[in-house]
């Protein structure tokens, strides 16, 4: 019997035009649950003078009023402990996971039975269109701890692999693990793939010829959709690289890369995805850059009804060549990390992949943002790699041609480290510093 092509071929292959009546049909429910059950939404709705009736078509939803991370953290702080967004009691409540913010209380997502199996389903659809099989050896090596990721690992289970629950666990443990065990797949963030493939050299342990990871699911970091940052963890471990994105807000991953890898595959039958101008909040053509807004279409614990990430990307709608209908995007980075220097909008993303791209440095880099005379400046430190035969003059010169031909830009100055200066991360990295506060 050959091998099925698709998760779930129905769904995965259905033409453009029925996925936005399906959409129709579930966000015409979803937003009449919402209404008729969260009090939140309720007041919301009112006081936009806006009612689940009034939604006829797709861009009706542009009616509907946004909700952000600081509404959730509010309005769980009014009713504790899983706030007054909520659509369901807490008896019909099984899982929740949790974020922090900048105020340190964590904000719970809470998930219902049905919320939470169909979850798995989404995350056993992705681990199938990145290649994950039956016969691989997969190990999860997300957090645990209340983190949305954590419970993905029974979506890889789903497909029938055998699955290491690895969790984040020193370095050195998950090395024995994949020199012992030989896995074929890991799940990690990109910062940490990086990280672990120098740890595996320094141990001893090459990670293109001593392991036998041919794929590495990425996610949490806008790295994971930079082709520059794909290539150079690709060739430290001669594996394939697979981007994920999900937020705990809402659903976990609920879009990833197939064996294309041009763009994230959205799961459009649970998630409606807004690419909208951060300015005017009108929506861009596709392949125009904006703020992704999301909503979700199933979920019954909390419903999230345009939900502002702060994540800037692109979509795409036209099909695949995989031969998959629904729509892909492409995570450029955060609202909050964009700065403007000499009129042009700068991304960390965007310097994480001219760093990437030049060999005499390691690929680790820190960037710092600063006020000088009313401007905005930035400088960036970087590591020359120890067996470099170029001077730190001529590795800074080049950092700076390439950075100043990629954005438009030069940075004030770069700063090269020595090969180990720059702290290394288990999770996600903090590379972006602003000192204008």
């Known amino acids: 019997m050959s091998e099925k092509k698709y998760w779930d071929n129905k769904i995965e292959t259905l033409p453009q035009s029925e996925i936005k009546k399906l959409q129709e049909k579930r966000l015409k429910e979803i937003l009449n649950f919402a209404y008729t059950n969260s009090a939140y939404y309720k007041k919301s709705f009112n006081t936009a003078d806006v009612k689940p009736s009034d939604f006829k078509i797709l861009s009706d939803i542009n009616r509907f009023p946004f909700i952000n991370k600081q509404i959730e953290r509010k309005r769980q702080l009014k009713k504790p402990i899983l706030g007054d967004i909520d659509a369901v009691s807490e008896k019909d409540v099984v899982y929740v996971s949790a974020s922090s913010g900048s105020t340190g209380i964590p904000t719970l997502s809470p998930f219902t039975k049905q919320d939470f199996d169909e979850f798995q389903n989404i995350e056993s659809r992705l681990f199938y269109a990145a290649g994950v099989r039956k016969s691989d050896r997969y190990v999860h090596a997300l957090n645990f701890s209340l983190h949305i990721g954590g419970p993905d690992v029974i979506g890889a289970q789903n497909l029938g692999a055998l699955c ?75 594996a394939k690289f697979y981007d994920f994105y999900g937020l705990s807000d809402l659903f976990g991953a609920f879009a990833g890369m197939c064996e294309v890898r041009n763009g994230l595959h959205v ?126 003059e001529q590795v800074k010169t080049k950092v700076s041609d390439a ?33 204008r506060k």
């Open 164 to 238: 290491i629950w690895a969790g984040t666990i020193p370095s050195e443990k998950l090395l024995f693990i994949l020199k012992e065990f030989q896995p074929t797949v890991i799940w990690t963030t990109p910062a940490y793939a990086w990280y672990l493939g120098e740890a595996a050299k320094k141990h001893g342990i090459d990670p293109a010829k001593d392991l036998a990871v041919n794929k590495i699911i990425v996610g949490g970091e806008p790295g994971g959709s930079i082709r520059e940052t794909r290539e150079a963890v690709e060739k430290l471990w001669n």
């Open 267 to 392: 799961a459009e039958d649970y998630v409606l995805v807004e690419i909208l101008d951060p300015k005017t909040n009108k929506p861009v053509p596709d392949g125009g850059q904006g703020e992704i807004v999301l909503t979700t279409l199933r979920k019954r614990a909390r419903p999230m009804i345009r939900f502002r990430t702060g994540d800037i990307g692109t979509i795409n709608h036209t099909p695949c060549i995989c031969g998959r209908t629904h729509a892909r995007i492409n995570i450029t980075g955060r609202i909050d990390d964009m700065f403007i220097v000499s009129g042009v909008n700068v991304f960390p993303s965007d310097i994480e992949a001219v760093v990437r791209g030049i060999p005499e440095v390691t690929g680790e880099y820190v960037i710092h943002v600063l006020k000088e005379n009313f401007a905005t400046k930035y400088k960036v430190e970087i590591e020359k790699v120890a067996n470099s035969d170029k001077t730190d």
């Open 403 to 435: 950075l100043k031909i990629r954005l438009g830009v030069r940075p004030k100055e770069v700063i090269v480290l020595r090969d180990g200066t720059i702290p290394r991360t288990t999770h996600k990295a903090k590379r972006f510093i602003d000192e």
